[in-house]
Every structure is written in C-alpha cells, then in structure tokens.
C-alpha cells in the first residue's frame, strides 16, 4: 500500500514511518500541510493525518481531500482530545481518530483494517497469481517472480482497477510519486513489467495508456 503521513513531530514521525515500512508500506512523509495537500492526488490508499502542523493544518488539509476524493480512508492522528474538535474531524471525513500518545500496533491495525485492498488476491493466465497484500507475483509453477518497486507500484495500480485504461498521467502521479517522468520511462518500466506477466496481460490503449485484462 501508498500511505501519505503528515507529522511534524520529527521523532513520531520517523517512529511511524519506520513500523510502516517494516510492514513493506510505501510511505511518503510530509511535516508541512501545503507541501502535503500538493502530493494528495498521487494515488495514496490512505492518509495519515496531524492536526497541528506547519503550513495548513490536518483538518483543512482533510477537507481539501474529501472535495476531490470521498473514498480513500483518512486517520487523524493528534493530542487535541477536545470533543469539538473529534467531531469536526469526522464532520471533515476522517474515518479513524487516533488519540496520542498511542502504541504503534493500534495505528497499524486501524490501517490494516481501513485501507488494506479490498482485491487480495487475483489468478492471471497461465496460473499466475498475484497478492497485493503481500506484493507477491507467482508464476504458474508456484516460483514467486521478483519485482522491483516501480514494477510493483504499477501492478497494484493494474489490480486495482482491473480491466479499466490507466492514462500515463495516472501512472505518473501514483508510481512516481507526482515527480515529473517522461513517457518512454513509462513506456519502459510496462515493457519491464510485460516480460514478466503471462502474454497479452497488459494491454495498450491507443498510446494514451494501458489496461490489464483480467477474467474472472
């Protein structure tokens, strides 16, 4: 999974992002509410919010999200225990508020129970399977295929929206991160991802992106 956390308590913040990558979480890590609301639209599956931070606050930051996406699950996490203020974060949106101090475990499993892929797990030809909750390829000899991080970014895209185009901008904004590629580097990292899939699992749209087929 993508996690976008927003936290300006630099040890907090390092202390999250380390139990969630020991999880093998893709996290990004914002301290600044602007700097964060520019990265909302890079294909996270679930924020992770402050309240008090430079910039925009949580709160606001949340409200912003919600005007563009009503579904990706949202967890304030904050010390203000006032109920004004729990009520207006799930006014806002929020899915989840998690009052510090908190043990890690709590976050993990609010996150596990949130935002984990609702798809798990999908049979492709030839007997190839993939988990995306545990970013596994298995071939049709049950020998687990490796994959490089953009690949497996692309493929839980490609999963989670099964027989649906993905334009190159998406494919930019959630595999790199909103960092600007170009369309061959795309073009690329497909053909990469290509010789590792059954043929024809990954389809071309026209030249503007791509589709994974997928019967079910």
Not at 15 to 38: N, W
Not at 120 to 133: K, N, Q, R, V
């Amino acid at each position: 999974m993508k996690l976008l956390v927003l936290e300006d308590n630099e040890r907090l913040a390092n202390l999250i992002v380390e139990a969630l990558e020991q999880k093998k979480y893709h996290v990004d890590l914002f301290s600044d509410g602007k700097l964060a609301l520019e990265a909302i639209d890079n294909g996270y599956d679930c924020f992770i919010l402050d309240i008090n931070v430079p910039g925009m606050d949580g709160l606001s930051l949340l409200k912003e999200i919600r005007s563009m996406d009503d579904a990706t699950p949202a967890i304030i996490i904050s010390a203000n225990v006032e109920l004004d203020t729990i009520q207006e974060a799930y006014s806002k949106g929020c899915d989840e508020y998690l009052k510090k101090p908190f043990y890690m475990y709590e976050l993990e499993t609010k996150i596990e129970r949130l935002c984990k892929p609702k798809i798990c797990l999908i049979a492709l030809p030839d007997g190839f399977t993939y988990s995306m909750e545990h970013e596994q390829l298995v071939d049709g000899s049950g020998e687990e295929v490796k994959l490089a991080k953009k690949e497996i970014l692309l493929l839980n895209l490609f999963t989670k929206n099964l027989n649906k185009n993905i334009s190159f901008e998406r494919i930019e904004q959630y595999v790199w991160g909103g960092e600007l590629t170009t369309t061959e580097n795309i073009r690329a990292l497909v053909k990469r991802l290509r010789k590792k899939l059954p043929e024809d699992t990954i389809e071309n749209q026209g030249g503007i992106g791509y589709r994974l087929n997928y019967e079910h």
